[in-house]
């Protein structure tokens, strides 16, 4: 079946780095766009950065843009998220999601009309 | 950015009732909204997209409609398992931004 298992997650110092995993499976992973949503605890959903099927568009939240980056592996079915600096305030569970096959493009730049597979999620805990 | 407010942040209901749930965007998105579940320790579930479209597998009695600015998720004949909290999510342009979401409680 569809799947998304994250992975990578746990405790880090404020500063330090950590790169979180998306293994896909059950889908042809290279066809859609993913995505990084987070959620602090107690907190609503927050975008955190997308990326195109073909890797060649990224886009990340001002919040963390210059400290994350995602990226993906199209032969290994996986998804990155590669978080450096880190601050207590990214303290959150952190989920990778799809592209919705329907989607709309407007002004060379197509986006997914929602994110309909997501995984279960890792927890980030950035703390001294 | 686009910045979408949810209302009520919570309302009280009964089984079998029907509960409206509001999202308005700070901009037009055109009809580019999306309504997901959310249970407690659970990733969010994809409900509507495309403002009134039922994604596959989702019961009939989620519906959402509007367009431009203002949008509603419906849930009629609530049951037991829909007590739980909503998110309202514009598609329309990055950065995709979500609404504070409602809770819905017994």
């Known amino acids: 079946q569809v799947q998304l298992v994250e992975s990578g997650g746990g405790v880090v110092q404020p500063g330090r780095s950590l790169r979180l995993s998306c293994a896909a499976s059950?889908?042809?992973?290279?066809?859609?766009?993913m995505h990084w949503v987070r959620q602090a605890p107690g907190k609503g959903l927050e975008w955190v950065a997308s990326?195109?099927?073909?890797?060649?568009?990224?886009y990340h939240a001002d919040s963390v843009k210059g400290r994350f980056t995602i990226s993906r592996d199209n032969s290994k079915n996986t998804l990155y998220l590669e978080m450096n600096s880190l601050k207590p305030e990214d303290t959150a569970v952190y989920y990778c999601?799809?592209?919705?096959?329907?989607?709309?493009?407007?002004?060379?730049?197509?986006?997914?009309?929602?994110?309909?597979?997501w995984g279960q999620g890792t927890m980030v805990t950035v703390s001294s | 950015d686009i910045q979408m407010t949810q209302s009520p942040s919570s309302v009280s209901a009964s089984i079998g009732d029907r509960v409206t749930i509001t999202c308005r965007a700070s901009?037009?998105?055109?009809?580019?909204l999306a309504w997901y579940q959310q249970k407690p320790g659970k990733a969010p579930k994809l409900l509507i997209y495309?403002?009134?479209s039922l994604q596959s597998g989702v019961p009939s009695r989620f519906s959402g409609s509007g367009s431009g600015t203002d949008f509603t998720l419906t849930i009629s004949n609530l049951q037991p398992e829909d007590f739980t909290t909503y998110y309202c999510q514009q598609a329309d342009s990055f950065p995709f931004t979500f609404g504070g979401g409602t809770k819905v409680e017994i």
């Open positions: 901009q037009d998105i055109r009809s580019f």
């Open positions: 495309a403002a009134s």
């Open positions: 999601a799809k592209d919705l096959p329907s989607r709309h493009c407007s002004n060379g730049v197509c986006y997914p009309d929602a994110f309909d597979i």
């Open positions: 990326i195109s099927y073909e890797r060649s568009d990224e």
């Open positions: 059950g889908f042809f992973f290279s066809s859609y766009g």
